[in-house]
T-cell receptor
Framework: GAVVSQHPSWVICKSGTSVKIECRSLDFQATTMFWYRQFPKQSLMLMATSNEGSKATYEQGVEKDKFLINHASLTLSTLTVTSAHPEDSSFYIC????????????FGSGTQLSVL | ELKVEQNPLFLSMQEGKNYTIYCNYSTTSDRLYWYRQDPGKSLESLFVLLSNGAVKQEGRLMASLDTKARLSTLHITAAVHDLSATYFCAVEYYTNAGKSTFGDGTTLTVKP
């Protein structure tokens, strides 16, 4: 089956620094990827839809300048948390759909971000 | 506004028992997913249901969809400890750019 690779799995950073998270589709091309965040014991909240070659579409309430998304190729999308603060600490998950078998979404392994 | 409601939110059951998790959604959907999430892990896709009356089964889990009632169920048969996890349903619409809306999740604990 299709595989989505997400790195890093966890990251600890100081307040004010920026963190980049990568999401790669390993054996398929993904024109669209989705980025979610999840707080402990809560559901997934969609942050943005990443479209290859164009600007990301952000959900209401998500700061575009804080969560920068780049989808430069059909296999890679990145999420950069800029000037991170403790309230940005969360579990971030990406997902992608295989264009050939579009029924399923495939999820990355997630990134646990802790901002000190 | 699209709403997806799951119940129960927490479920503790004994091994060998049967139970059902319910997922209600507020407007007509194009597809419905069930996912499993273990603590500290990402989501694992279990089922995708596309049409009214769809039923899918894998192992001790069976999912069904009633689009008229806007209801999906995830039935657990003869639960075992390995099924302990959080289960999410998610609803998707073609007109919503393929975005999924998730329920709040049901945390299942299966006790010996």
């Amino acid at each position: 089956g299709a595989v989505v690779s997400q790195h890093p799995s966890w990251v600890i950073c100081k307040s004010g620094t920026s963190v980049k998270i990568e999401c790669r589709s390993l054996d398929f091309q993904a024109t669209t990827m989705f980025w979610y965040r999840q707080f402990p014991k809560q559901s997934l909240m969609l942050m943005a839809t990443s479209n290859e070659g164009s600007k990301a579409t952000y959900e209401q309430g998500v700061e575009k300048d804080k969560f920068l998304i780049n989808h430069a190729s059909l296999t890679l999308s990145t999420l950069t948390v800029t000037s991170a603060h403790p309230e940005d600490s969360s579990f971030y998950i990406c997902s992608a759909r295989d264009g050939q078998g579009y029924e399923k979404l495939f999820f990355g392994s997630g990134t646990q971000l802790s901002v000190l | 506004e699209l709403k997806v409601e799951q119940n129960p939110l927490f479920l503790s059951m004994q091994e060998g028992k049967n139970y059902t998790i319910y997922c209600n959604y507020s407007t007509t959907s194009d597809r419905l997913y069930w996912y499993r999430q273990d603590p500290g892990k990402s989501l694992e896709s279990l089922f995708v249901l596309l049409s009214n009356g769809a039923v899918k089964q894998e192992g001790r889990l069976m999912a069904s969809l009633d689009t008229k009632a806007r209801l999906s169920t995830l039935h657990i048969t003869a639960a075992v400890h390995d099924l302990s996890a959080t289960y999410f349903c998610a609803v998707e619409y073609y007109t919503n750019a393929g975005k999924s809306t998730f329920g709040d999740g049901t945390t299942l604990t299966v006790k010996p």
